[in-house]
């Protein structure tokens, strides 16, 4: 007897469609692209990573999963120092008034033609935010 029959009616059951599913089912393949663009998503600010992963059906274990994979071949680069070089103004600009005059502890960068004035108490996250954005701009 090939299959339970609860009638008990000796006619067998015709099989009108049948399926055969082959290989892992359930798997997606991520192309790195795409798990770049999709960790990326999850450092915007205020982006939590378990609204991401609901966003693209993924759970978010993988995608702290792919955060970490991310940090181990990407780290952070480290710091580091460029020189600076300060100089006094010349005599004739010393006696001219300066329109916005940088505050004490205040930091002023000069990156082919941008200026970017850094106040005191900005964070260094967003400092090193603004440069790198800067940098990939060139």
């Known amino acids: 007897m090939s299959g339970f029959n609860p009638t008990l009616d000796p006619k067998p059951v015709q099989v009108r469609r ?20 999709i960790v990326e998503e999850t450092l915007a600010p205020g982006a939590t990573v378990s609204d991401v992963a609901r966003r693209h059906d993924i759970r978010p274990q993988q995608l702290f999963g792919w955060r970490r994979e991310r940090r181990i071949a990407d780290p952070e680069p480290q710091l580091t120092f460029v020189p600076a070089l300060m100089e006094a103004p010349a005599k ?14 205040d930091i002023e960068l000069e990156i082919e033609g941008v200026v970017v004035r850094v106040r005191r108490g900005a964070e260094a996250k967003t400092v090193a935010a603004v440069i790198k954005a800067l940098k990939a701009v060139r």
């Open 18 to 37: 049948l399926e055969v599913l082959t290989g892992v089912g359930g798997r997606r393949r991520w192309s790195s692209d795409d798990k770049a663009r």
């Open 92 to 105: 004739a600009e010393r006696s001219r008034p300066r329109p916005a005059r940088a505050g004490r502890g």
